[in-house]
T-cell receptor
Framework: EAQVTQNPRYLITVTGKKLTVTCSQNMNHEYMSWYRQDPGLGLRQIYYSMNVEVTDKGDVPEGYKVSRKEKRNFPLILESPSPNQTSLYFC?????????????FGSGTRLTVV | QQPVQSPQAVILREGEDAVINCSSSKALYSVHWYRQKHGEAPVFLMILLKGGEQKGHEKISASFNEKKQQSSLYLTASQLSYSGTYFCGTVRPSNNAGNMLTFGGGTRLMVKP
């Protein structure tokens, strides 16, 4: 089944403890993105990647890092999480050759930083 | 800069119609529409690539006015399954690879029996 898989689904952590949220897609998509969703603010793009080793900042990149060493994986790294990073995170992927299909989203990761 | 969606929320009876608008202050290359049900991930509905283009998905259609930098989503004869939050996502010409997709704040739609 074509899908984007995020792990973990839920995570509670403490301020300053480094964490990684994994994202993997099995559709051979070139494009991958991370979004955070907060009430009243919609979906805001954190980072995106156009292909392996090609990444760029979105609208809210502060406090996050990403890497794209393999086409299928696009992990999101929080080096020193803070409470304002408590949010619902979505990974999404797409392909330029499938522009009519838009983005496929993962199931989301609900992160709480205390 | 995020596109602006209106209305923020709408309540319908089954069978009624609704229009959701998406407006940008910047020139647009394309517009995406997604629907998100409570507790789930957003699901792609359609993409509009050309000015004036219209597309349809079930009884849901959309238009894109490139000149006005606006898109509208039309829900006809709404069904209970249409309930959810609708997001437009815009891509600007400088990022026409489609990767810098900026979403609006969402429109919450509730369809009642």
């Amino acid at each position: 089944e074509a899908q984007v898989t995020q792990n973990p689904r839920y995570l509670i952590t403490v301020t300053g403890k480094k964490l990684t949220v994994t994202c993997s897609q099995n559709m051979n998509h070139e494009y991958m993105s991370w979004y955070r969703q907060d009430p009243g603010l919609g979906l805001r793009q954190i980072y995106y990647s156009m292909n392996v080793e090609v990444t760029d900042k979105g609208d809210v990149p502060e406090g996050y890092k990403v890497s794209r060493k393999e086409k299928r994986n696009f992990p999101l790294i929080l080096e020193s999480p803070s409470p304002n990073q408590t949010s619902l995170y979505f990974c999404a992927s797409s392909s330029p050759g499938q522009g009519s299909r838009g983005y496929t989203f993962g199931s989301g990761t609900r992160l709480t930083v205390v | 800069q995020q596109p602006v969606q209106s209305p923020q929320a709408v309540i319908l009876r089954e069978g009624e119609d609704a229009v959701i608008n998406c407006s940008s202050s910047k020139a647009l290359y394309s517009v995406h529409w997604y629907r998100q049900k409570h507790g789930e991930a957003p699901v792609f509905l359609m993409i509009l690539l050309k000015g004036g283009e219209q597309k349809g998905h079930e009884k849901i259609s959309a238009s894109f006015n490139e000149k006005k930098q606006q898109s509208s989503l039309y829900l006809t004869a709404s069904q209970l399954s249409y309930s959810g939050t609708y997001f437009c996502g815009t891509v600007r010409p400088s990022n026409n690879a489609g990767n810098m997709l900026t979403f609006g704040g969402g429109t919450r739609l509730m369809v009642k029996p």
